[in-house]
């Protein structure tokens, strides 16, 4: 009796059912007693790709982006080879020619140079620059024997000296190592009425550039000097120090 009465119920309950399915495959029932009863089918194949869309509008210009890094140095170029000479440009023209202002008086000049024996120095009020007859050594060839002038090739620190003597009786003199027109060191002798020589010596170390000109000088306002084949007169000089 239980089963037919199952049935029955199940077959009524049917009855008050409206089915609906939709394209998704999905089946829903309405019961007039307002409960919803759903049923979900599996899911269907998958379905074949569409065709492609419309290209879309063209998207608006970035910011700038960062600076990079600086690259590695290139390899040097290879040098280029010396091009030909030219040719001569014309000569220019000649310019006008037009005088100087007048220049200033110079300062009193010195006798020429004058040799070491028996030198009497004439009062004229001008110096007189002493030679040497004999060179017994001139290494560099700094000395220049026809003006009496040593001229620095080397700068650097030298010693000179230089030596006087007055004729035999009734003179004197006065004697300067110059550098470059200036006063260094001095020689003074005199023997007055003394019938005999008088002779003496001085030395300095200077500091030479070169072109620097040294030479000994015998004042003037006649002041005299004596030698002979002895050779007292005598004028030296060499390097200490190359600067």
């Given at each position: ?20 399915t939709d394209q998704g495959g999905v089946c829903s029932g309405q019961l007039n007693n307002s409960q919803n009863i759903t049923v979900v089918a599996a899911p269907g194949a998958k379905g074949e790709p ?172 006649g002041r005299s000097l004596y030698s002979d084949d002895d050779r007292y007169l005598t004028f030296s000089g060499f390097l200490i120090h190359v600067v």
């Amino acid at each position: 009796m239980k089963i037919p009465v199952l049935v029955s119920l199940l077959l009524v309950l049917r009855t008050f059912v409206a089915l609906e399915t939709d394209q998704g495959g999905v089946c829903s029932g309405q019961l007039n007693n307002s409960q919803n009863i759903t049923v979900v089918a599996a899911p269907g194949a998958k379905g074949e790709p569409g065709t492609e869309g419309p290209q879309g509008p063209k998207g608006e210009q970035g910011e700038k982006g960062v600076r990079g890094a600086p690259g590695k140095l290139g390899p040097a170029g290879t040098t280029s080879q010396k091009g030909d000479k030219g040719e001569q440009g014309p000569a220019g023209e000649k310019g006008d020619r037009e005088q100087g202002p007048t220049g200033e008086k110079g300062a009193p000049g010195t006798n020429p140079p004058a040799p070491t024996t028996s030198l009497v120095n004439q009062p004229d009020g001008v110096n007189t620059v002493l030679t040497y007859d004999v060179i017994l050594s001139n290494m560099g060839g700094d000395y220049n024997q026809e003006t009496g002038k040593f001229v620095a090739t080397v700068g650097g620190v030298y010693f000179f000296t230089f030596t006087g003597m007055t004729p035999y009786s009734g003179s004197n003199y006065f004697v300067h190592l110059m550098k470059n027109g200036a006063k260094m060191v001095g020689l003074y002798e005199q023997n007055g009425g003394t019938p005999q020589n008088q002779s003496s010596s001085n030395s300095a170390i200077l500091q030479l550039q070169p072109g620097d000109e040294v030479w000994v000088e015998l004042d003037s306002y006649g002041r005299s000097l004596y030698s002979d084949d002895d050779r007292y007169l005598t004028f030296s000089g060499f390097l200490i120090h190359v600067v």
